[in-house]
């Protein structure tokens, strides 16, 4: 069987990101692990709720992409990043269009 690479985009790692995260983080308990692993980057910062990912086996990244589709810089590392991986699934919890 096939291994599903999801990605789910998320604003901040700091408590107040935390209802999404809970949902990812749930998510990694309920899926089985050999036929999907659950990536989770965060646009803005580091904090707590990386590290509570990673313990229920999602792998975490933090790009720094402040100010959305305005901050062409941030557009430019999510773009390099995004390209170096095969993702059968996007989850866009935010962003809108500048993501798209």
Same mark, same amino acid.
């Given at each position: 069987m096939p291994l599903?690479?999801?990605l789910h985009l998320?604003?901040?790692? $700091?408590?107040?990101g935390a209802g999404i995260a809970k949902i990812v983080a749930l998510l990694a308990e309920g899926l089985d692990p050999q036929q999907f692993k659950l990536h989770a980057w965060f646009l803005r910062g580091s904090g707590p709720l990386a590290?509570?990912?990673?313990?229920?086996?999602v792998t975490v990244r933090v790009i720094d992409w402040?100010?959305?589709g305005r901050n062409p810089v941030g557009?430019? $590392?999510?773009?390099r990043a995004i390209r170096s991986h095969k993702f059968?699934?996007?989850?866009?919890?935010l962003g809108g269009r500048s993501i798209r």
């Amino acid at each position: 069987m096939p291994l599903y690479n999801i990605l789910h985009l998320l604003g901040t790692s $700091r408590p107040e990101g935390a209802g999404i995260a809970k949902i990812v983080a749930l998510l990694a308990e309920g899926l089985d692990p050999q036929q999907f692993k659950l990536h989770a980057w965060f646009l803005r910062g580091s904090g707590p709720l990386a590290a509570m990912l990673e313990k229920k086996g999602v792998t975490v990244r933090v790009i720094d992409w402040p100010g959305g589709g305005r901050n062409p810089v941030g557009l430019w $590392r999510f773009f390099r990043a995004i390209r170096s991986h095969k993702f059968a699934l996007v989850h866009q919890h935010l962003g809108g269009r500048s993501i798209r």
